[in-house]
């Protein structure tokens, strides 16, 4: 939903640079992608700890 992200971000998550992504975020954006899920509709979030 395209509300999603400016949300996350009002709460301190925010958009990780290619480098950052985790192994396991990472595998979890390619099974979306290869269920059928546009990459360019979807975005990986993160919040650092405090």
Do not use: H, K, S
């Not at 949300?7 to 992504?21: K, N, Q, V």
């Not at 979890?28 to 650092?48: H, K, N, S, W, Y």
């Amino acid at each position: 939903m395209p509300w999603n992200a400016p949300c996350y971000a009002r709460r301190g998550f925010r958009e990780p640079a290619d480098a950052e992504l985790t192994p396991g975020l990472a595998a979890v954006a390619a099974e979306e992608a290869a269920a059928g899920l546009d990459p360019a509709d979807r975005v990986c979030m993160r919040r650092d700890p405090p």
